[in-house]
T-cell receptor
Framework: DAGVIQSPRHEVTEMGQEVTLRCKPISGHDYLFWYRQTMMRGLELLIYFNNNVPIDDSGMPEDRFSAKMPNASFSTLKIQPSEPRDSAVYFC?????????????FGPGTRLTVL | QQQVKQSPQSLIVQKGGISIINCAYENTAFDYFPWYQQFPGKGPALLIAIRPDVSEKKEGRFTISFNKSAKQFSLHIMDSQPGDSATYFCAASVNFGNEKLTFGTGTRLTIIP
């Protein structure tokens, strides 16, 4: 298996632009997580899905952030409009049935820079 | 309180030495404590995990020590090697994995020759 796939790996955009991050979880995994990593705040859970349904979005910082999972093999995290403080590495992770704390397999991340 | 506090923020250890990273928690309902390892440019990966019914778990050179009464747990890396240089995150969850993980802020470990 190729593992969790994220695209793009790097994104540089200007303030106010829309940014869409993409994730393909490991086949057969039924939980999908979006995290944000910064030096100041470490690894923060933004939202997670179970069987394509959002379960907990309490970590989404504000309405500018939205996430969707239209099917079991694809999820997006959208930021609109983007701001410089959104600059971070965004990780997607997935896990097999058992619970959201079972071994999470992380993707390589998307490094977002908002100028 | 769902917070997990991790220390130190960074750690430098000589090759062959013991690296120790500590975490403390407030929520007594936490019942699953994994450690994740992250190399530069990569996502975190599960290293080792423990449940509170045991006080210690060892896998190779990596050991988790758990002190339920003090609400603390720690990662020990014996005979530390340059290849262990990475960022380490502790985490905790409630309900035997049926709730989301709460991560510590991470420790950047550097092993010097």
């Amino acid at each position: 298996d190729a593992g969790v796939i994220q695209s793009p790996r790097h994104e540089v955009t200007e303030m106010g632009q829309e940014v869409t991050l993409r994730c393909k979880p490991i086949s057969g995994h039924d939980y999908l997580f979006w995290y944000r990593q910064t030096m100041m705040r470490g690894l923060e859970l933004l939202i997670y899905f179970n069987n394509n349904v959002p379960i907990d979005d309490s970590g989404m910082p504000e309405d500018r952030f939205s996430a969707k999972m239209p099917n079991a093999s694809f999820s997006t995290l959208k930021i609109q409009p983007s701001e410089p403080r959104d600059s971070a590495v965004y990780f997607c992770a997935s896990t097999l049935a058992g619970g959201p704390s079972d071994t999470q397999y992380f993707g390589p991340g998307t490094r977002l820079t908002v100028l | 309180q769902q917070q997990v506090k991790q220390s130190p923020q960074s750690l430098i250890v000589q090759k062959g030495g013991i690296s120790i990273i500590n975490c403390a928690y407030e929520n007594t309902a936490f019942d699953y404590f994994p450690w994740y390892q992250q190399f530069p440019g990569k996502g975190p990966a599960l290293l080792i995990a423990i449940r509170p019914d045991v006080s210690e778990k060892k896998e190779g050179r990596f050991t988790i020590s758990f002190n339920k009464s003090a609400k603390q747990f720690s990662l020990h890396i014996m005979d530390s090697q340059p290849g262990d240089s990475a960022t380490y995150f502790c985490a905790a969850s409630v309900n035997f994995g049926n709730e989301k993980l709460t991560f510590g802020t991470g420790t950047r470990l550097t092993i010097i020759p």
